[in-house]
């Protein structure tokens, strides 16, 4: 059964720094895996999508990698800002569904 | 194009009560999803539908029914509401099942008490 894990579940850092979110998943046999950003009481916001054949995705500061064969993929976000503060979930798409990790809760502190 | 929309945004049932969450696409997309987050978890697929006719169970079904009479509608139905189905609600939608996004539609918070 695919396992989808994020640690750690919280994280604080001081406005500025660059900081790495780890997702680690139990099954290589995945189509894609996507990171998503979601504000308190709001829905999901895809950050990026990263399909099975490729390594790694870029938007703005945010880079997602993907190692299959290891089973993880990191959300790298560059010169964290204050309106960064969110939680961060990944999920990886092995057939009709996703499977979630329960998300990594950021806070920027300014 | 307003992408995936859910109404109501909110809720609050009593036990026993019943109620329909409605879930609307206009993307044309075939394949479409039913899930709750729990308070610090991840999201848990409730059903799915490939296609309007067709539905199937997903990970955690008890208590609730769905239909699919078109290919933009996919409402959830919940029967005799107990505190369990305390959680948001989130529908989603995608062109295929496997390595195409899913969009998102903004959730519905429920609370039964």
């Known amino acids: 059964k695919q396992e989808v894990t994020q640690i750690p579940a919280a994280l604080s850092v001081p406005e500025g720094e660059n900081l790495v979110l780890n997702c680690s998943f139990t099954d290589s046999a995945i189509y894609n895996l996507q990171w998503f950003r979601q504000d308190p009481g709001k829905g999901l916001t895809s950050l990026l999508l990263?399909?099975?054949s490729q390594r790694e995705q870029t938007s703005g500061r945010l880079n997602a990698s993907l190692d299959k064969s290891s089973g993880r993929s990191t959300l790298y976000i560059a010169a964290s800002q204050p309106g960064d503060s969110a939680t961060y979930l990944c999920?990886?798409?092995?057939?009709?569904?996703?499977?979630w990790g329960a998300g990594t809760k950021l806070i920027i502190k300014p | 194009n307003a992408g995936v929309t859910q109404t109501p945004k909110f809720r609050i049932l009593k036990i026993g009560q019943s109620m329909t969450l409605q879930c609307a696409q206009d993307m044309n997309h075939n394949y479409m999803y039913w899930y709750r987050q729990d308070p610090g978890m991840g999201l848990k697929l409730i059903y799915y539908s490939v296609g309007a006719g067709i539905t199937d169970k997903g990970e955690v079904p008890n208590g609730y029914n769905v239909s699919r009479s078109t290919t933009e509608d996919f409402p959830l139905r919940l029967e005799l509401a107990a505190p369990s189905q305390t959680s948001v609600y989130f529908c989603?939608?995608?062109?295929?099942?496997?390595?195409?996004?899913?969009?998102f539609g903004p959730g519905t918070r429920l609370t039964v008490t």
């Open positions: 989603a939608s995608s062109m295929l099942p496997s390595g195409y996004e899913q969009y």
């Open positions: 990263i399909q099975s």
């Open positions: 999920a990886v798409n092995p057939d009709y569904q996703l499977i």
